[in-house]
């Protein structure tokens, strides 16, 4: 699969989760699936717009996005969805610490605003 076809596939997936009653998941495990795969969707969409990023092997392809997208031409709209949902990826994959107003907003806002960027074609 192309990097924007794994991108639709995450979003697809993240709302697929949102939207289906599975009553063995509380409300955080709930969330936490759905921001990590709206993270994943945002992700390969920036590895689809950026051949660089896509064709590096490094590990680091995370950071580099984020740093890409801090200093390139993106709209500051898209830049703050992006660090947005990596932040809620980390609390999400790491239970890493995070501000709790960040995890407490509506989650359709955040549906909304990944496939804004996801449906877009170029990000610059």
């Given at each position: ?21 599975y ?12 921001f ?33 997208i ?46 804004t960027?996801i ?6």
């Amino acid at each position: 699969m192309s990097p924007q076809e794994l991108s639709e596939q995450f979003f697809i997936i993240a709302c697929e989760i949102k939207t289906k009653c599975y009553t063995s998941l509380n409300q955080e495990q709930l969330s936490r699936a759905v921001f990590s795969r709206l993270y994943y969707a945002l992700y390969h969409k920036y590895l689809a717009h950026d051949s660089t990023l896509l064709n590096t092997s490094s590990g680091q392809k995370h950071e580099m996005i984020q740093s890409s997208i801090g200093r390139g031409n993106y709209l500051h709209k898209t830049k703050q969805i992006y660090i947005k949902m990596y932040k809620l990826r980390l609390w999400a994959d790491y239970d890493k610490r995070i501000d709790k107003d960040l995890i407490e907003a509506d989650m359709n806002r955040y549906v909304y605003d990944a496939e804004t960027v996801i449906k877009v074609s170029k990000l610059q």
